[in-house]
């Protein structure tokens, strides 16, 4: 595989490149001159671009979709102390945060800016060219799950990484909050989402000690060196918080779509492929390095397939109004049907 390339700015999306250029030389050391913008293919949430100076440097500009108005899932600023206190913390699999400009005077809106890491990422759409053995996906695959259990083995009372989150009542905020979310975004009616949010908030799953979460675990958004054999980043810091550990493993396991799974859902990841650890093997990898009880983990896969849906209808929603044009986020209603489906399975069987 050839590293993540960026590729043309999207129409409607493009940066103002000579209030960027005098923010950014007085901001980064040697920075030079902007000769080059790009912005990387990936994602669905908040937009990120590449910045090509004539000294050479090449640095990642992170700012919020045009038209957004969901501050929590859209907060620059947190995202950028975030890494910061990541990096104080000695967890070096991130890209190193280099500027933040909070007032959104320079571009409209707040952004940050951050080294770029030089590496290849597996997303979605490469799965049909991957000419990976089985044996590498299940090295792949297990290297991911055991990249989290160690970025959950973080003290976060040492590192500073409390002061990112309230851990008591983490579960029940986030459930309801999620439910709020998708009532205040829907456009059509959605019986199984009704009823997934009542089984939620019926449910009770065992206490866990918090740790920090990243809350959006997935193959696309970890970086891997060029030989892939190892992950040198980690990416999409936005939603990061401290809470229930098992949290973060349901959002994860919300996204590693299994052979059976419908096309839609492999839209979205490749774990399909042949080799890659299955969900029930990703939570009995990830028990075994960790330690914990996983006996409630068809609650947090549930809630990630319900969380998902909802960032795809709050997105789609916008899409409805005319807040942004591109033409993916049209067909996100049907992932708001699908997800929740796979939801109600997953009550029936309380399995993942």
């Not at 060219?129 to 290297?143: F, H, V």
């Not at 009770?204 to 809350?215: A, I, W």
């Not at 044009?325 to 992932?335: A, E, N, T, V, Y």
Request: glycine share 8%.
């Amino acid at each position: 595989m050839q590293p993540d390339r960026a590729t043309q700015v999207r129409q409607g999306e493009e940066l103002d490149i000579a209030q960027l250029q005098n923010y950014l030389q007085h901001q980064i050391d040697d920075f030079g001159s902007i000769v080059e913008t790009a912005q990387f293919p990936g994602g669905y949430s908040n937009l990120t671009y590449l910045l090509t100076t004539d000294k050479g440097g090449e640095y990642v500009l992170r700012r919020p979709p045009f038209g957004a108005n969901i501050k929590s899932g859209h907060d620059m600023e947190r995202e950028f102390r975030v890494l910061s206190l990541l990096e104080k913390a000695g967890f070096t699999q991130i890209p190193r945060p280099l500027s933040m400009e909070a007032s959104g005077e320079v571009l409209g809106a707040p952004f940050y800016v951050m080294q770029r890491l030089k590496g290849v990422i597996l997303r979605a759409n490469h799965a049909p060219k991957l000419n990976y053995s089985p044996e590498k996906m299940t090295e792949l695959s297990s290297a991911l799950v055991k990249n989290l259990a160690h970025l959950h083995a973080l003290d976060i009372q040492k590192t500073g990484l409390i002061t990112l989150g309230k851990p008591e009542g983490y579960v029940r905020r986030q459930v309801d909050g999620w439910i709020k979310r998708y009532q205040n975004s829907q456009t059509d009616d959605v019986p199984n989402m009704e009823t997934v949010a009542e089984w939620m908030q019926n449910f009770e799953p065992r206490p866990q000690q918090p740790t920090f979460l990243h809350n959006d675990y997935k193959f696309d958004n970890v970086v891997w060196n060029t030989e892939m054999t190892e992950i040198i980043g980690v990416l999409d810091w936005e939603m990061s918080t401290v809470g229930d550990p098992l949290m973060d493993l349901g959002a994860a396991l919300a996204y590693w779509c299994e052979p059976q799974d419908s096309d839609f859902s492999k839209m979205f990841n490749l774990t399909w492929l042949k080799g890659c650890l299955t969900r029930q093997e990703v939570v009995s990898n990830y028990a075994e390095l960790t330690g914990r009880d996983v006996t409630d983990i068809h609650f947090y896969y549930i809630f990630g397939l319900y969380k998902n849906a909802v960032i795809m209808q709050q997105i789609y929603a916008r899409w409805k109004k005319g807040l942004t044009k591109d033409p993916r986020f049209g067909g996100l209603i049907h992932g708001v049907f699908e997800l929740s489906k796979m939801a109600i399975k997953a009550m029936d069987t309380e399995g993942v």
